[in-house]
């Protein structure tokens, strides 16, 4: 769980399932929902959850670990 460096209201969140939320606590809702891709649609018997999420210095991205 990760909040953004400039909008104190965005909260980056990582789900057991495998999702990567973006949430507005001002407005109460989901902003986007991110789904994870890459190696494990392509190796599905490794199943890599997100379990780790951080926005950059500037705000501009966010980046997710497993």
């Not at 890459?38 to 926005?55: A, D, M, N, R, V």
Request: charged content about 15%.
């Amino acid at each position: 769980m990760d909040s953004h460096p400039i909008y104190p209201n965005i909260l980056l969140i990582c789900e057991a399932e495998g999702h990567v939320i973006l949430l507005d606590l001002f407005l109460g809702c989901v902003v986007n929902v991110f789904e994870e891709r890459g190696y494990h649609i392509l190796h599905p018997q490794f199943p890599l959850i997100p379990t780790e999420c951080k926005f950059t210095e500037d705000g501009l991205y966010f980046i997710v670990s497993t």
